[in-house]
């Protein structure tokens, strides 16, 4: 049977279904996989040294790994490939593996399996709450996929923060409460650092070697890279951060990078955390006292909530949901997403930490680096392919929904009721970003003004005839339409000059 880089659970359909008696494992680190984007190096030494301890893990109790390094001479470079080449090796009678997390393995998979004897079965993952036949389910019928509809759902099924069939504190969701800005003289929690052992220290000197042209710092490399390092970053989580998880969600700072996130994500995709016992973990601290609903509840409806639902969606828009472009937006990604030096005091605290940490939270994706390649009218498959890249927990199938459909509304609406365009208004009042800032935030049009401000009338502007019609925009549509036509145009302008130089 083959286990991939995401797939570093003991309990998971795959193993599940296999006999420790006669059963060989096969994980391979592979090029394909380590170059289909340029991910940054934090993203390669964190998967590559995660998968060496899963194989010690999976060794420990008991099983068989046949193991191929990245360098070893005879690395065939793709998953297929190598699993052609294991067979050679081992007599097997079918291939066994989990469904992988993205549609370019999926149908590499399936054109082997159509031209090869040897039977291949692949299982779903059932590392997730809600599989794909049961979202297919949901979804059926339905005009509108609302996340906040399935979340409901999936709370029923778990029972998590239930009370009989009613929300526990008699509301499903307390997003009302979880949008304050920071407040000066906040302490903060930091993650907790993995300790580096020799398997660790290996992979460092390969990564370093190897994809020295890639995107991002390698060192100081501190994520955890074992079951137990993830247990214990997300106890220390639940212990510093997360009664101010919900609070101060949406709030951005230059020095502080994590705020009160768990900082997990990359665990849960690969398996070393799991989803529900994360979830009930945070459940029991709510009901013990230890943390306030409005955080407990927050923090699970991104979990079974967000990341469960854009799975589905992911599964269900199939592979062709990449190419979509609502907006028919061409222009190529700035070169400040990967260098950092721009002007604009926001994005190069974003662009920054991603290249230290392979990091940012959520509201800095959404509002920061995604709304402005929005506003700009970057090519949807360009912005993707960088999130794809520059994050260490970026999989497929929870990023391309997030990106192409949150943040770019790139699908015309299917994931978001409204694009995420904002002004800096909502920067300057969510962060303290607008301080260092060479333009001011205060300013509308001409070259000092913030960027995001003309940039932002100027996309309602162009985009009139898409998104006219929507009534969660008829607010900004009708403010437009009291400005005097000089001030329009000088929004225009300013906006044409802009992205003139960008
Ligand atoms: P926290 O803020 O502490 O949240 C807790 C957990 O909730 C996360 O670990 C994550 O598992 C889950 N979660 C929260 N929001 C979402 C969401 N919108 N979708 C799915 N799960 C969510 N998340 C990824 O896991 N991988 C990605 O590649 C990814 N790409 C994104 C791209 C864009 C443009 C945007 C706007 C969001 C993206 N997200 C992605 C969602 C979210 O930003 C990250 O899950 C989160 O920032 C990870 O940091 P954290 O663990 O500190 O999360
Ligand atoms: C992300 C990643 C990387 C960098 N390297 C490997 C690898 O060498 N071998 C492997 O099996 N998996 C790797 N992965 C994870 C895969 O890309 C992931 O399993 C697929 O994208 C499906 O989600
Ligand atoms: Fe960003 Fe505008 Fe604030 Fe500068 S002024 S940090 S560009 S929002």
Request: charged share 25%.
């Amino acid at each position: 049977m083959v286990i991939l880089g995401d797939q570093l659970s003991p309990k998971m359909s795959s193993l599940n279904q296999a006999d420790k008696a006669t059963d060989i494992i096969l994980i391979c680190e592979v090029a394909a996989e380590t170059g289909y984007v340029a991910h940054h190096k934090k993203k390669i030494a964190f998967v590559l040294s995660a998968m060496r301890h899963f194989a010690r893990e999976l060794e420990a109790l008991g099983w068989t790994v046949d193991y191929v390094k990245l360098d070893d001479e005879d690395n065939t470079g793709s998953i297929t490939s190598e699993i052609e080449r294991a067979l050679e090796r081992h007599d097997c009678r079918s291939v066994l593996i989990t469904e992988p997390g993205e549609w370019r393995l999926r149908e590499a998979l399936e054109a082997y399996a159509a031209a090869h004897p040897i039977p291949v079965r692949m299982l779903d993952d059932d590392r997730f709450v809600c599989s794909r036949g049961a979202f297919a389910d949901w979804a059926q019928g339905r005009k509108q996929l609302r996340m906040e509809h399935f979340y409901r759902e999936i709370r029923r099924k778990t029972g998590l923060l239930m009370d009989g069939d009613q929300p526990v504190g008699g509301r499903w969701n307390y997003d009302s409460e979880n949008r304050k800005p920071p407040k000066d003289g906040m302490d903060f929690p930091t993650p907790l650092r993995g300790p580096s052992d020799e398997i660790t220290n290996t992979i460092l000197t390969m990564v370093g070697d190897r994809f020295a042209d890639h995107f991002g710092s390698l060192e100081p490399f501190w994520f955890a890279v074992t079951r137990n390092g993830a247990e214990a970053a997300f106890d220390q989580f639940v212990e510093t951060a997360l009664s101010n998880f919900g609070d101060y969600q949406d709030a951005m700072l230059s020095e502080e990078k994590y705020l009160f996130h768990a900082v997990i994500a990359l665990y849960l995709n690969v398996g070393l955390l799991d989803p529900l016992a994360v979830c009930r973990r945070v459940e029991k601290a709510f009901h013990d006292g230890a943390v306030p609903l409005n955080a407990a509840e927050g923090f699970i409806r991104q979990i079974i909530g967000w990341r469960e639902y854009v799975r589905g969606i992911y599964w269900r828009q199939g592979p062709d949901y990449v190419k979509e472009n609502f907006f028919g937006h061409t222009r190529a990604l700035p070169d400040f997403y990967w260098t950092g030096e721009t002007d604009m005091a926001c994005l190069r605290a974003c662009v920054e930490q991603t290249r230290s940490d392979a990091y940012a939270h959520h509201i800095q994706r959404l509002m920061i680096t995604g709304n402005f390649a929005m506003l700009a009218g970057v090519d949807p498959k360009a912005v993707h392919e960088w999130y794809l890249a520059v994050y260490a927990d970026a999989y497929e199938w929870v990023e391309l929904p997030n990106t192409l459909g949150m943040s770019q509304f790139a699908d015309g609406g299917l994931l978001a009721s409204k694009p995420y365009a904002a002004s800096g208004n909502y920067i300057n009042r969510m962060s303290d970003y607008c301080g260092d800032c060479r333009y001011k935030v205060s300013k509308k049009t001409g070259p000092d003004a913030c960027p995001f401000n003309y940039l932002y009338w100027d996309f309602l502007a162009r985009n009139r005839e898409k998104l006219g019609g929507n009534p969660r925009l008829a607010r900004p549509y009708s403010t437009w339409d009291r400005f005097e036509s000089d001030r329009q145009q000088d929004f225009q302008r300013s906006a044409d000059q802009f992205l003139e130089k960008l």
